[in-house]
């Protein structure tokens, strides 16, 4: 089974056109890491869901090549996911503002956020996309690597923003873990790195320096 949908942000999903295909779940090596860290980060309220029921965060690790397995649309108010809560994104298209991914459950709505960092940065395993407001507020107010705020979120504008910090980051074979807040889509800072441990140990500095918890 397979299926086009354009999907739209203000119902809790994103702008770009997903070319699904229903399939198995998979496990990469690195998934039950990957699913230990989406579960600390809920119990930190960095992902979840909002009384209305739509969803904010996810996660999602390198596969092979550009290809990776992130947490499906809808599942931000479970605590703990299966492996049949995950989705293979197979591929990105920023230009065309478009995703080919396949899976018991579709993207997540930042699938095409993730791809540019992939994309981007040939070293990065694992991006993370967490919600918080202090965090937030005082990365911008700190004046913290940022997307431009016009690049609103869902658009092809934020991913190549993305890929361009992104890409700074990881140039010459440099470092391969990052921060950026996301000035255009509230709320929204990204994670990166090269194990899914350096991805999550950024959010988690970033928890301890501007929540006090």
Same mark, same amino acid.
């Given at each position: 089974m397979s299926g086009?949908?354009?999907?739209?942000?203000?119902?809790?999903? /994103?702008?770009?056109? +997903?070319?699904?295909?229903?399939? #198995? *779940? =998979?496990?990469?090596?690195?998934?039950?890491?990957?699913?230990?860290?989406?579960?600390?980060?809920?119990?930190?309220?960095?992902?979840?869901?909002?009384?209305?029921?739509?969803?904010?965060?996810?996660?999602?690790?390198?596969?092979?090549?550009?290809?990776?397995?992130?947490?499906?649309?809808?599942?931000?108010a479970r605590r703990v996911l299966s492996p049949n809560e995950y989705c293979m994104v197979n591929s990105v298209n920023i230009e065309e503002n478009r995703v080919t991914t396949s899976g018991? /459950?579709?993207?997540? +709505?930042?699938?095409?956020?993730? #791809? *540019? =960092?992939?994309?981007?940065?040939?070293?990065?395993?694992?991006?993370?996309?967490?919600?918080?407001?202090?965090?937030?507020?005082?990365?911008?107010?700190g004046g913290r690597v940022s997307t431009p705020p016009e690049a609103a979120y869902g658009t092809p504008e934020l991913a190549l923003a993305i890929a361009s910090l992104a890409a700074k980051t990881g140039a010459g074979g440099g470092a391969s873990r990052g921060v950026m807040v996301l000035a255009g889509h509230d709320e929204g800072v990204l994670s990166y790195g090269g194990s899914v441990k350096e991805a999550l140990d950024l959010i988690l500095d970033l928890y301890a320096q501007y929540t006090g918890l």
């Open positions: 086009t949908a354009p999907f739209r942000p203000e119902e809790g999903y /994103v702008k770009y056109t +997903a070319d699904h295909k229903t399939a #198995g *779940a =998979v496990e990469p090596p690195l998934w039950k890491e990957l699913n230990e860290a989406r579960t600390r980060l809920y119990d930190l309220g960095l992902i979840g869901a909002l009384p209305n029921g739509v969803g904010f965060g996810n996660v999602s690790v390198r596969v092979r090549d550009d290809e990776f397995l992130i947490s499906g649309t809808a599942t931000g018991p /459950v579709r993207a997540s +709505a930042e699938s095409m956020s993730h #791809g *540019a =960092v992939y994309y981007a940065c040939a070293s990065v395993m694992c991006v993370i996309h967490i919600h918080n407001r202090k965090i937030f507020d005082a990365m911008i107010s």
